[in-house]
């Protein structure tokens, strides 16, 4: 087995009064099918008190705690069911941050109008938390049986059509590879509220291994295009996660938070360039991204990202934009 990186050195926290949403995070049970650890609401608490000022979080679905049995297209509920407990929770013990203030649930959206009943029961479940909808569209090597171009799909369309009628906003998870379709989609469905995941999904593993040059080419002009579509807003993070990979948690110590940028800034910059502040957000996306490192240095990184910016545009990339799109 290969050897884990050491943690990385303990820094100190930048701007720490800066208020921040974290516009991403999951929660979740051990699954060694997935590659998972526990990551439940006390784990969450300990990283949230790593220093940085987080007043708010949005809970987005990943497929955890399902409900064991019912119809098959309403085990979902179970997973908004188990965010809102945990906001609810987390108030109780007085905590400062506003933990799931958002929730982004799932719904097969492949069900077309069908999917109203899906919707119905999230909001039933939270009715004072649940904001937007995702469905993964990204190519997914467990999944193979799913249409890579289920974006461009009537009843897909359909089912996106239902959550624009409710004012449910749809967070976008393609890979990169699949931008054009993106593209396409949000072209077509300019009621709907996009918010792309991921700074539009790098991938770095097989089989894009070793064409990272190729796929900035491609992933930039794409960028800058998807952009223009103003019902479209981009979230920033997700690139600490093995699907890109940059592979950190192979080295002999985890970045700092600088190196990250090393790394990744170009990223950030042409995203934020494209899209401007005021339709950028940022996410932790914990725990996928906690593989290179931890909250305090993720959050550290962020903000060397956006220091070019001035105060009101770094508080519309780190609490305002997302405070608008999901309503909290």
């Not at 600088?258 to 990744?264: E, F, H, I, R, S």
Request: glycine share 8%; net charge negative; with cysteine.
């Amino acid at each position: 087995m290969r050897k884990r990186a050491e943690p990385e050195v303990l820094e100190d926290v930048l701007e720490p009064e800066l208020p921040i949403v974290d516009a991403h995070y999951h929660l979740w049970d051990r699954d060694a099918s997935m590659q998972r650890e526990d990551y439940h609401l006390d784990h969450f608490i300990d990283d949230l008190a790593s220093g940085h000022n987080i007043e708010s979080t949005v809970f987005v679905e990943a497929e955890a705690r399902y409900r064991p049995d019912g119809p098959a297209q309403l085990r979902c509920v179970g997973e908004t069911e188990f965010a809102n407990a945990s906001g609810e929770e987390a108030a109780a013990l007085g905590l400062k941050t506003r933990i799931a203030a958002g929730i982004v649930a799932y719904a097969d959206l492949d069900l077309g109008a069908d999917v109203d009943a899906v919707l119905d029961a999230h909001q039933a479940a939270a009715p004072d938390r649940l904001r937007g909808i995702r469905d993964m569209a990204a190519l997914d090597r467990s999944a193979p049986e799913r249409d890579p171009h289920r974006l461009l799909q009537p009843d897909f369309r359909q089912g996106l059509r239902r959550l624009a009628a409710r004012g449910l906003t749809f967070d976008l998870y393609v890979f990169q590879v699949q931008l054009g379709d993106a593209i396409a989609t949000v072209r077509a469905l300019p009621e709907v509220t996009f918010v792309l995941n991921h700074l539009g999904g790098l991938i770095g593993i097989r089989p894009w291994v070793g064409r990272r040059d190729e796929l900035w080419a491609q992933w930039h002009d794409d960028i800058a295009t998807i952009a223009r579509e103003p019902n479209v807003y981009l979230k920033l993070g997700g690139l600490n996660m093995f699907i890109p990979g940059f592979n950190w948690h192979h080295g002999d110590r985890l970045p700092s938070s600088t190196q990250l940028v090393d790394a990744t800034g170009k990223y950030y910059s042409h995203g934020i360039e494209s899209f401007g502040p005021g339709r950028c957000m940022f996410g932790s996306n914990f725990p996928p991204d906690k593989l290179s490192g931890s909250y305090r240095t993720l959050w550290n990184s962020f903000k060397l990202v956006a220091s070019v910016y001035t105060a009101e545009e770094k508080a519309a990339m780190f609490a305002g934009t997302a405070s608008r799109v999901y309503r909290l």
